[in-house]
T-cell receptor, first 108, second 115 residues
Framework: KNEVEQSPQNLTAQEGEFITINCSYS?????LHWLQQHPGGGIVSLFM???GKKKHGRLIATINIQEKHSSLHITASHPRDSAVYIC??????????FGTGTRLQVFP | NAGVMQNPRHLVRRRGQEARLRCSPM?????VYWYRQLPEEGLKFMVY????????ESGMPKERFSAEFPKEGPSILRIQQVVRGDSAAYFC?????????????FGSGTRLTVV
């Protein structure tokens, strides 16, 4: 069993829909990261969370440390949000352990 | 400040050749992490370096792979005698320090293809 599990693996949405991607982990962590990767592209760090909730534009990330669960929400989704969203937990020597990603496609 | 610079962006090597991947961290960042993304798989940690020191190499294959981060110049990930299974995207991330006061910045990756 992976230490970091994401769901769903694939997600399609119509433009404007509210999107939720979930991440569960089974190990002790110092922080949790949400990352975005476009096909063939680099990786962009969206959020780093140790507790509570963070918001940046149309993106919201929450974490429940007791439940070992985090969610990434996208409000008013847009085709340019189409990408792979990756949850990663930070532990040990600050190395990241990654989920397998959620592939999001938003259609106009 | 151009962020984390990785070069080359694409690298093609024949089986048995050596591959050298470079990572220049952001200005002021002295911590570098290398990650590998195999085709259709998730990212995996390889090695964590600070200037002139390897801090954690628990994700490095035991043979053919090495990494360094000299006092001057970029961090280098070196793969000797490449095989087809080494074909992957290799990402570097840098940080200004250790601990949750510091975030990461990722490079655009080097896509290695072994033919």
């Amino acid at each position: 069993k992976n230490e970091v599990e994401q769901s769903p693996q694939n997600l399609t949405a119509q433009e404007g829909e509210f999107i939720t991607i979930n991440c569960s982990y089974s190990v002790g962590i110092s922080a949790l990261h949400w990352l975005q990767q476009h096909p063939g592209g680099g990786i962009v760090s969206l959020f780093m969370l140790s507790s509570g909730k963070k918001k940046h534009g149309r993106l919201i990330a929450t974490i429940n440390i007791q439940e070992k669960h985090s969610s990434l929400h996208i409000t008013a989704s847009h085709p340019r949000d189409s990408a792979v969203y990756i949850c990663a937990v930070r532990r040990g020597t600050d190395k990241l352990i990654f989920g397998t990603g959620t592939r999001l496609q938003v259609f106009p | 400040n151009a962020g984390v610079m990785q070069n080359p962006r694409h690298l093609v090597r024949r089986r048995g050749q050596e591959a050298r991947l470079r990572c220049s961290p952001m200005k002021g960042h002295s911590h570098v992490y290398w990650y590998r993304q195999l085709p259709e798989e998730g990212l995996k940690f390889m090695v964590y370096l600070q200037k002139e020191n390897i801090i954690d190499e628990s994700g490095m294959p035991k043979e053919r792979f090495s990494a360094e981060f000299p006092k001057e110049g970029p961090s280098i990930l070196r793969i000797q005698q490449v095989v087809r299974g080494d074909s992957a995207a290799y990402f570097c991330a840098s940080s200004a320090g250790q601990g949750t006061n510091y975030g990461y910045t990722f490079g655009s990756g080097t896509r290695l293809t072994v033919v």
